[in-house]
């Protein structure tokens, strides 16, 4: 959705840098730094970071202003659980609903993720807006307004934490063959597959981040 008012924007690419780790957790997050990062004024920057904080990336400390919400297993794994049931029902809603446009969206999302995904040298950014484009096709047939603003914020915030599962040089993951079993249930329109691949891929990212979050922690 297009930013219409500054603090829309502001909104949009505070919490854009925050997913993608440009502001640490715990960073002090300053009017008079942001007003510079941004070029944006202090009012539409305060009312940004108020609707950060309501959707878990900012902490409001009273007083002494705003900071990066911290990072924990605990919340990983709450995050996790919650992206599993309420995408599972927003891929139910989704196939319920399909028709042959979405399957269209699907295919072509699909096709696009393949693409990125079969690089010798992937292009980060481009994975990462191809594996969005393919999720949110898949879920582009549910027609519940609050059930869909709570999957973007989940998304969000997992993608937030999945950023660290990239440094992750062990697994023997492969996350294509994840995304091919999704595709695959979406088409045969199995609610019940495509429900336990996403929840499989889902899970899988969380156990690789978990395990660096307690490497970090006990370094």
């Known amino acids: 959705m297009e930013a219409k008012t500054l603090t829309d924007q502001a909104y949009q690419r505070l919490r854009e840098d925050i997913v993608h780790s440009k502001f640490e957790p ?26 950060l ?16 919400a911290e990072m924990s297993m605990e919340e990983l794994a709450d995050i996790t659980n919650l992206r599993v ?25 699909f096709h696009h993720l393949t693409k990125a ?39 969000d915030q997992h993608k937030r ?3 660290l599962a990239r440094i992750d040089r062990s697994s023997r993951r492969n996350v294509h ?4 079993a999704i595709f695959e249930a979406a088409l045969a329109k199995d609610t019940k597959a495509i429900c336990e691949a996403n929840e499989h891929h ?10 660096i979050l307690a490497e970090n922690k006990d370094a």
């Open 202 to 211: 889902i899970r899988t990212t969380a156990e690789i981040t978990s395990r």
């Open 53 to 68: 904080s309501a959707d878990g990336f900012v902490q409001v400390q009273g007083q002494r202003g705003f900071r990066v």
């Open 85 to 109: 049931v309420l995408e599972g029902m927003a891929l139910t809603q989704s196939i319920e609903n399909s028709d042959d446009n979405w399957e269209s969206r699907v295919v072509a999302a």
């Open 177 to 180: 063959d994840e995304h091919i």
């Open 26 to 51: 715990g960073k002090k997050l300053g009017i008079e730094f942001l007003k510079r990062t941004y070029e944006v004024g202090a009012t539409p920057l305060r009312e940004a970071l108020y609707r």
């Open 117 to 155: 995904e079969n690089q010798t040298d992937p292009d980060i950014q481009e994975w990462e807006t191809r594996n969005r484009e393919f999720h949110l096709a898949l879920v582009s047939c549910c027609h519940a307004p609050w059930l869909m603003r709570f999957h973007e914020i989940l998304y």
């Open 161 to 163: 934490y999945r950023n």
